[in-house]
């Protein structure tokens, strides 16, 4: 880290000895168009992935948390593509059932809609990639229904009788007491999508889809150190990405309070 941290402030090539520039790096970060692009897409995905894997992590988990035939199948059936949805090997297949001619293309065609476009255009790339991170929503699916597990069913048997329905159950009661399971998935799954990287890559082919459509900001990172040589200019990007996960850790952890609720905090 501290080697990276001097790195940020040098011209490095991987070839030649760093040469100071100071902030230099940092300045002509607000001068390239790609590297505003890489936040704007990335920041994209954070906003609308994020939270659509964890509405699938929790919808499901509410359907296993009931008394379901063969839930213990269900629950490894789905916590399953978790353990391998990042891998090279998945993002391979995912590109090869979108692309032109690709079995969703030929699904399309069958149904009578258009086809053809995901992996080439702009609009579509994003949401091919948004799909393959709810795809993975095994991983705090299993941490929702932990918590569930926790839920005293009482609470339910006393807002039954007092004529609460599915809807008031679950905002006056569910999500109250599964509010610390909540704050652990979004943290975590909010940190995992600034660093998105495998899938984007091999999707786009390490060019960042049409239009920097899916320039993510780790893979745009990666580029230029690793493809232009720029490691004095990676190293300052690479350190504003971990200052930003910080100070939205940071901010996590201030609002918690007024959203999270604990064990105990009653009695405070």
């Given at each position: 880290?501290?080697?990276?941290?001097?790195l940020?402030?040098?011209d490095?090539?991987?070839?030649?000895?760093?040469?100071?520039?100071?902030?230099?790096?940092?300045?002509?970060?607000?001068?390239?168009?790609?590297?505003?692009?890489?936040?704007?897409?990335?920041g994209?995905?954070?906003?609308?992935g994020?939270?659509?894997?964890?509405?699938?992590?929790?919808?499901?988990?509410?359907?296993?948390n009931?008394?379901?035939?063969?839930?213990?199948?269900y629950?490894?059936?789905?916590?399953?593509?978790?353990?391998?949805?990042?891998?090279?090997?998945?993002?391979?297949?995912?590109?090869?059932?979108?692309?032109?001619?690709?079995?969703?293309?030929?699904?399309?065609q069958?149904?009578?809609?258009?086809?053809?476009?995901?992996?080439?255009?702009?609009?579509?790339?994003?949401?091919?990639?948004?799909?393959?991170?709810?795809?993975?929503?095994?991983?705090?699916?299993?941490?929702?229904?932990?918590?569930l597990?926790?839920?005293?069913?009482?609470?339910?048997?006393?807002a039954?009788?007092?004529?609460?329905?599915?809807?008031?159950?679950?905002?006056?009661?569910?999500?109250?007491?599964?509010?610390?399971?909540?704050?652990?998935n979004?943290?975590?799954?909010?940190?995992?999508?600034?660093?998105?990287?495998?899938?984007?890559?091999?999707?786009?082919?390490?060019?960042g889809?049409?239009?920097?459509?899916?320039?993510?900001?780790?893979?745009?990172?990666?580029?230029?150190?690793?493809?232009?040589?720029?490691?004095?200019?990676?190293?300052?990007?690479?350190?504003?990405?971990?200052?930003?996960?910080?100070?939205?850790?940071?901010?996590?952890?201030?609002?918690?309070?007024?959203?999270?609720?604990y064990?105990?905090?009653?009695?405070?």
């Amino acid at each position: 880290m501290v080697a990276s941290l001097y790195l940020a402030f040098t011209d490095y090539n991987l070839f030649t000895a760093p040469q100071w520039v100071g902030l230099d790096n940092f300045t002509r970060l607000l001068d390239d168009p790609n590297y505003l692009q890489a936040w704007k897409v990335t920041g994209v995905y954070v906003l609308v992935g994020t939270p659509l894997k964890l509405a699938a992590a929790l919808a499901v988990a509410l359907l296993l948390n009931a008394t379901v035939r063969g839930a213990g199948f269900y629950r490894s059936a789905f916590y399953l593509p978790s353990l391998v949805g990042a891998s090279v090997s998945i993002a391979i297949v995912w590109k090869a059932l979108f692309m032109d001619e690709g079995p969703v293309d030929v699904l399309q065609q069958f149904l009578g809609r258009p086809a053809g476009g995901w992996v080439g255009d702009p609009d579509m790339s994003m949401r091919m990639l948004i799909l393959l991170t709810m795809w993975q929503f095994g991983g705090p699916m299993v941490i929702f229904l932990a918590g569930l597990k926790q839920v005293p069913k009482e609470l339910y048997e006393a807002a039954a009788v007092d004529g609460a329905g599915p809807v008031r159950k679950f905002l006056a009661i569910t999500v109250p007491m599964l509010s610390p399971v909540i704050f652990f998935n979004l943290l975590l799954e909010t940190i995992n999508a600034f660093q998105i990287f495998a899938s984007a890559f091999i999707i786009s082919g390490g060019t960042g889809g049409p239009a920097g459509s899916t320039l993510f900001y780790t893979l745009y990172l990666y580029l230029r150190g690793f493809r232009d040589f720029q490691m004095g200019y990676a190293a300052a990007m690479a350190w504003i990405l971990t200052l930003v996960i910080a100070l939205i850790t940071v901010l996590f952890f201030r609002t918690s309070r007024f959203w999270v609720h604990y064990a105990g905090d009653e009695g405070r």
